[in-house]
């Protein structure tokens, strides 16, 4: 038998009977697994086995242990099979966007607000559609959302970037979070200029430059502005350290949702009203993945016009 003849006489059952008996360490255990007799397991792998000309695994009567060819070959085995289940889930998006898979990337809290809604109401809609969600740097998003890992991701303000399209979506408000025992906690509001003798931790991570960015604008002299501390740390770490006392932060109006003992929170105001950034979802031009056109159609109707923003 020839090379060429034997690599296509290797199928999936043989690549999942050895990945399974891999991840089990026992071929009992691997055919209990899959659903096939102990017998029929041990068969497919010594087929695959002889089609590879190596063997796979060290056998003994405590389990079976990869042999160091075997690991090699159950990686691209492996590889092989996400593959195959990737397609599968290529094929059941290729319809009207009732069944797949969405992958979401944001740096907002879920924990209330717009975000959590839209969610909210897109699995009502599309109760079998897979949902992932990543919260990484904008950096990180970005990257994932080129290279087709993500599907959309929702950030503050637009992206510079050709390859991508934009909708643009709600604002929030910015609030400052502080120990419920700061003096500036017995105030309904709080305006920018009080911070100006406040300690402001800031998250490395988003939306972190955008509150930056936005206290620098509403405080325009140098000597007007607080002191800030940035912190490589989520966003959650930096309430633990506000209710120590360290400091005072600037939260976007989604992260009220999720409670935290000891602190409190007060909407920011200059002379106009309220502060408020404006967030955006964006997209891959080339992507037709139906079940994002599904969400960001979902989108739209809640979100569409920037004077309806809520």
């Not at 060429?4 to 691997?30: P, T």
């Not at 209990?32 to 056998?59: A, P, W």
């Not at 109401?121 to 993500?150: C, D, H, I, Y």
């Amino acid at each position: 038998m020839t090379r060429a003849i034997k690599a296509m006489a290797i199928s999936l059952h043989h690549l999942r009977s050895a990945v399974a008996a891999a991840d089990c360490g026992s071929f009992r255990q691997a055919a209990d697994l899959l659903t096939v007799r102990h017998s029929v397991l041990s068969r497919s792998i010594k087929q695959f086995e002889h089609l590879v000309g190596v063997s796979l695994f060290e056998r003994s009567t405590g389990g079976v242990v990869p042999t160091v060819a075997g690991r090699r070959i159950l990686r691209i085995a492996q590889m092989i099979l996400e593959q195959v289940d990737t397609l599968v889930v290529i094929g059941r998006t290729s319809g009207d966007g009732e069944v797949g898979r969405l992958a979401i990337g944001f740096c907002t809290s879920m924990s209330a607000g717009n975000l959590r809604a839209s969610l909210v109401e897109f699995k009502k809609r599309f109760p079998q559609v897979e949902l992932a969600t990543m919260e990484r740097s904008r950096l990180r998003m970005v990257s994932a959302l080129r290279s087709g890992t993500l599907d959309v991701i929702i950030t503050p303000g637009r992206l510079s970037s050709a390859d991508c399209r934009s909708l643009m979506l709600w604002s929030e408000r910015v609030m400052v979070s502080m120990p419920a025992d700061h003096p500036l906690a017995a105030r309904e509001t709080v305006f920018w200029t009080d911070l100006r003798n406040e300690t402001v931790l800031l998250s490395q991570y988003d939306p972190g430059r955008e509150l930056e960015d936005l206290l620098t604008s509403k405080l325009s002299l140098p000597e007007d502005r607080p002191k800030i501390e940035w912190h490589d740390v989520s966003r959650g770490i930096i309430k633990s350290l506000v209710s120590t006392g360290m400091g005072v932060s600037l939260v976007m109006e989604s992260d009220v949702g999720a409670s935290f003992a000891g602190l409190v929170y007060r909407e920011l105001r200059d002379g106009t009203g309220p502060s408020r950034v404006d967030f955006c979802a964006h997209r891959r031009a080339d992507n037709e993945n139906p079940v994002l056109l599904n969400f960001l159609d979902i989108l739209t109707e809640r979100y569409p016009t920037p004077t309806s923003r809520d």
